[in-house]
């Protein structure tokens, strides 16, 4: 009897652990890293949140994207490993995380002047000076 007891905690922890897994799998998570020009930094967050960030809430509420984080460094490091802002986004599903038109249809709404929002996003990228993607995966630890 212990035994069959025994077995089936271990089957019913296995099972928890891979229907976790399943789950945790299904979502795509993306880092965004950018380093910005010498004292720039400010200024591209700012860009960021007033012109990129509503969109993303707007995909957020549509269920396209489960959350973002952005973040800024507190330290500093070496000028070669430097970055000024990361933001990480939690997508539903991996084709998500690449379609490139998952927020073109909030633009209109939310900016009706397309031509300022356009100008205000290339100053943006003007100010960096590099930008990378990261796909992470959480992993179980035992």
């Known amino acids: 009897m212990k035994k069959v007891i025994l077995l ?10 891979n229907a976790q897994t399943k789950n945790s799998t299904e979502y795509f998570t993306v880092e965004n890293y ?4 010498w004292g720039f930094a400010d200024e591209f967050i ?9 969109l993303l809430k707007k995909a957020i509420e549509k269920g396209d994207i489960i959350s973002v984080t952005p ?15 990361r933001v990480t986004i939690v997508f539903k599903n991996a084709a998500l995380a690449f379609d490139e038109d998952l927020t073109v249809p909030y633009k209109k709404a939310l900016y009706p002047d397309l031509e ?13 000076i590099a930008h990378w993607d990261i796909e992470t995966t959480n992993i179980i630890v035992p």
């Open 8 to 17: 089936l905690i271990v089957v019913l922890s296995f099972t928890t652990i």
């Open 46 to 54: 700012h860009l960021w949140s007033v012109n990129h960030y509503p």
């Open 34 to 37: 950018y380093k910005v020009k």
């Open 116 to 128: 300022k929002l356009t100008k205000d996003e290339q100053h943006r990228f003007e100010l960096l």
């Open 71 to 85: 973040a800024k460094s507190k330290l500093h490091s070496s000028e070669d490993s430097r970055w000024d802002f």
